[in-house]
């Protein structure tokens, strides 16, 4: 009997190998066999991840922060100017030896411009609402500031009336005509029928400013509703 296991173990090798044992060899043969083409489709998804990480994928953006951004270099934003003119009248008396008998008369119209600015520098972010669902960026705006007026005296029209006006009576009259000419051009710039215009002119100018940049970045045809802080509504 043990000659014929001998004879057994020679044809085989002089030794027994256990099934188990050769399966694993096999197997582990298998995994090497195949870990090349792993390390290839790892590699391919890789590539696929980082092209469309690169070129499709967008992450959601801040519509506020780039609101904000569109402001950021203007401090101060003009909306609206007017021009008109405005008519200034004096009138001086001169005394000789006691008597008022030098009396002159002037009327000037005086060609006047205001600019209308939005203060954009003091606007935070408390100042910008985004609806996401409606897409639609809600602005309120600081009220309206209007600018000194601006008095083109060069091109004034002066009528002066009187016998004798003195340099010095002259003087006087221009002088206080200059001062009615500002004060009426100041009260004719806070008309409400023209402070309504230069609010309008305002919203669109506000609207345009955002609406474009908004575009280019990405955010689509948004809606700009913009309001004044003494509004309820925005338009």
Do not use: C, H
């Amino acid at each position: 009997m043990a000659d014929q296991l001998k004879t057994q173990s020679a044809r085989t090798g002089g030794t027994l190998e256990p099934r188990v044992e050769r399966d694993a060899r096999v197997a582990q043969r298998s995994r090497l066999r195949g870990a090349p083409w792993l390390v290839v489709f790892i590699l391919l998804a890789a590539v696929v991840w980082l092209a469309w990480r690169a070129f499709l994928y967008q992450e959601e953006g801040d519509p506020v922060g780039s609101a904000m951004l569109a402001f950021e270099r203007q401090n101060s934003l003009t909306v609206f100017s007017s021009r008109f003119e405005v008519v200034a009248e004096s009138e001086d008396t001169r005394g000789v030896m006691g008597l008022p008998v030098l009396r002159s008369r002037q009327a000037t119209i005086i060609p006047a411009s205001v600019e209308y600015r939005l203060d954009l520098s003091t606007m935070d972010r408390g100042d910008f609402a985004w609806d996401a669902e409606g897409d639609t960026l809600n602005v309120t705006l600081p009220q309206i500031q209007t600018t000194t007026p601006n008095l083109d005296e060069a091109q004034a029209r002066v009528f002066t009336e009187g016998t004798w006006v003195t340099r010095d009576a002259s003087q006087d009259l221009a002088r206080n005509n200059s001062r009615q000419a500002e004060a009426k051009a100041s009260a004719f710039a806070r008309n409400p029928e023209v402070l309504a215009l230069a609010r309008q002119a305002a919203k669109a100018a506000v609207r345009q400013n955002l609406a474009i940049p908004l575009q280019v970045a990405g955010y689509g045809d948004v809606r700009v509703l913009v309001r004044f802080e003494d509004e309820s509504e925005a338009s």
